[in-house]
């Protein structure tokens, strides 16, 4: 299997690093020789390449089974035309990862603000919706056509919806609890969600196994923090998505435990939830577990389920002692030295 590394800007580079050591050490229990390249994005792509995703980086990535993504700095990066593109837009859009899986759960002895039991996965729409920087052919889905007036275009389609839905109810039927909830505003957006509505109730009928409900985004977010358990896959589009996993996330201990991969028909790319930290970057602060959970998450794609639990097993035991934790979760441990906890309980646990 060939991955390609993007450690991105920030404290991407030190999460990058722990993420490849992790995955050396569980190199022995993958089935399959794993072959990783490293290139550069961000920052330093645009330094030397005059783009933050340069095309042979595209490239690359397409040739590649799997993609590793780090966190960027899209927000600070110039304008398009100047080289700034967000990577991790253009690479969705590339690869075609129409579907963003984002797990939140609670991690045993890890101080959490969720009230009661969580295990909640939200399946985000990643391709349109009120992402200006993909959901239109051609040129931006907002724009200015008075001064003072800004318009942004919500696109949402039967195709993707249906990508979504099925992405979701496939992965309610595998998890025990069996329950999908479509997030939505259809009382407001009555065209837009009316239709993501109708597509998901359409794929709801080849899942009668599957408990299905409809629940109002805004109602989503009191839900989860009021009676998280109440939910078990939630189906959504682009925007709430990205709002709502962020919530799941901080209720389940921080982002900096989200696992994230983004999945279309022929290519995924694990990325850490989280954004890039610049205050904290080079510092050896970071807390690499998102993007290590992200990497679990691509090796159960492809069914390297042995190394994937080892690996997620190591992260339950560190974050279960305050003493082998990362700062961010009120432990000692700099980057580094968590990742050595984690290879070494990775290499010495049968
Ligand atoms: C995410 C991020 C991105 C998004 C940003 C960097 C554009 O917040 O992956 O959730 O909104 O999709
Ligand atoms: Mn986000």
């Given amino acids: ?29 993958c089935e399959r020789d794993i072959h990783v390249e490293s290139r550069q994005i961000g920052f330093a792509a645009l330094e030397g390449e005059g783009s933050t ?8 990535a397409l040739a590649a089974d799997g993609v590793l993504l780090g966190p960027v700095s899209h927000n600070a990066y110039p304008p398009r035309e100047a080289g700034g593109l967000n990577p991790s837009g253009v690479l969705r859009k590339e690869l075609d990862l129409y ?8 991690w045993p002895g890890v101080r959490s603000l969720a009230n009661g039991p969580m295990d909640v996965v939200v399946v985000r ?3 349109e919706g009120f992402y200006a920087d993909r959901n239109m052919h051609l040129g931006p889905g907002e724009f200015m056509p008075t001064p003072g007036v ?33 997030i939505h505003k259809a009382n407001v957006m009555r065209v837009s969600d009316g239709l993501f509505l109708d597509t998901v109730r359409d ?60 999945a279309g028909p022929s290519h995924v790319a694990a990325q850490a939830q989280h954004g890039s930290a610049p205050d904290i970057a080079g510092q050896d602060k970071a807390n690499p577990a998102s993007l290590i959970l992200s990497l679990t998450m691509l090796l159960r ?16 035991a560190c974050l279960a002692n305050p003493k082998t934790r ?20 990775i290499e010495t646990t049968a």
């Fill in 326 to 345: 990362t700062s961010d979760l009120g432990g000692e441990l700099g980057t580094s030295a968590f990742t050595r906890q984690l290879v070494q309980r």
């Fill in 150 to 182: 800004a318009l942004a275009i919500r696109r949402i389609t039967e195709h993707a919806s249906r990508r979504i839905a099925e992405a979701g109810f496939a992965l309610a039927a595998s998890r025990p609890v069996r329950k999908l909830a479509a």
């Fill in 99 to 106: 579907a963003n899986i984002r797990p939140a759960r609670v």
């Fill in 203 to 262: 794929v709801a009928k080849a899942y009668p196994d599957v408990r299905y409900e409809e629940v109002l985004v805004d109602a989503a977010a009191a839900h989860l923090v009021r009676s998280p358990d109440r939910f078990d896959v939630l189906v959504t589009t682009n925007m709430f998505g990205d709002i709502l996993s962020d919530l799941a996330s901080e209720l389940c201990g921080g982002l900096g435990l989200a696992g994230s991969l983004n």
């Fill in 125 to 127: 729409e990643n391709l």
């Fill in 1 to 29: 299997m060939r991955l390609l590394s993007l450690a991105g800007d920030g404290i991407g580079p030190e999460i990058m690093t722990a993420t490849l050591a992790v995955l050396d050490a569980a190199r022995p229990l």
């Fill in 53 to 60: 995703i340069p095309p042979a980086v595209i490239k690359a």
């Fill in 301 to 316: 794609h492809f069914g390297e389920t042995c190394a994937a639990d080892r690996i997620e097993g190591a992260v339950a």
